[in-house]
């Protein structure tokens, strides 16, 4: 490996569409049509570039790298280095294109396994959001969630989250716990027996109203019930076992957001089944590190990355390092200027490119159009 330096960088926020609006979760109100895509490239001096999504970087941050050593900032048996963390996507990719390499092998080798190629992956539709409030009958509004599952079904997903948590701000307690259920139910008969489907409540229910809406829909085969509450070791613990006295197999899933610190103890205890920190905020180099501790727990690793697109195309490198990767979650949404064709949704699995780095190409002049109407470019 030669002695590369950063020679450039440059960022820019692309802007992508949903094919149609998400509606609300929970406790927020219509996420919209529209998505942010911040991206930062890196280049070297020996020409080489990778690029992906980072976190909020200023010029000035950009100018502490200029002249780094790629080598200094990652290594692919241990990850970056902890003072490039804010950077860590764009080197995964840029480490992937020097060395002709997808992201995904890079992982599995720092991990110790073998990669089975074609590597596919699976996934779940993330696009069933609260879009019926508008509707004043149960029946209306299962009716519309269902035929959005219909429309992922008919784009290759077999696997669905759908937003719960009705009665928690937007539709009385009751009338919206009523909906819930609706909607479930609606979804399981439109999708059919053998898909999963997975609820999310972002933190809307209490302990007795997630017993009430698993019972209700006993018949379902829920996968998951995500963020049924904020963390709570003796509320999650007293699920757990109420969900193994009921003879359900809903896993409990917890971790997207401001997480506790304590989330760790309880999945090794054994009261929550499937972590879901952030692939962004948490980063792959330490998810390597908790996807190892998960999969020695025999807890489920599930990334989350909702509303920023690209994530569609990075969480999944990270399933040929963990043995208990469930899911990525996909966010359809198209944006000019980034070509994720390479990746496909087929029968409820996305067939990962094996072509270098992240396999994500840029449209040059939409891409500069982005860094000289919001971004910057720094150079050595």
Partial sequence: MNNAKISTIEWGTLVGQRPRQAGCNSRGPVHGNEVQVPLARFTTTDGTSGFGACRPLSEQQAHAFLGERVEDLIDAGRGVA????????????????????????????????????????????????????????????????????????????????????????????????????????????????????????????????????????????????????????????????WIEREGLSTNIADGEGQASPMLLDYARDGFVDIIQYDIFSHGMTNWLQTGAQLDGWNVGTAPHHYGRHIGNYVSGHLAAAVDGFLFIEWDEVSTPGLDGSAYQVDEGYVRMPDAPGFALTLDEDLFQQAVTANGFSVRL
Wanted: glycine fraction near 8%; charge should be negative.
């Fill in 82 to 241: 902890p003072r490039a963390a804010s950077i860590e996507f764009p080197l995964w990719d840029l480490e992937g294109q020097r060395t002709g390499r997808p992201v995904y092998q890079l992982l599995a080798e720092s991990a110790g396994k073998t990669v089975s190629e074609p590597l596919r992956v699976r996934c779940y539709d993330t696009s069933l959001y609260i879009d019926d409030l508008h509707l004043a009958t149960d029946e209306a509004g299962a009716a519309l969630i269902a035929s959005e599952a219909r429309f992922g079904y008919e784009h290759g997903h077999r696997s669905f989250k759908i937003k719960v948590g009705r009665g928690a701000r937007h539709m009385p307690l009751l009338e919206g716990n009523s909906r819930d259920v609706a909607v479930i139910r609606a979804v399981r008969a439109e999708v059919g027996p053998d898909a999963a489907i997975l609820i999310d409540a972002n933190n809307g229910y209490n302990l007795n109203i997630a017993k009430q809406i698993l019972a209700e829909t006993a018949d379902c085969n829920l996968f998951w019930l995500e963020e049924a509450f904020h963390e709570d070791g003796a509320l999650y613990e007293d699920l757990h076992d």
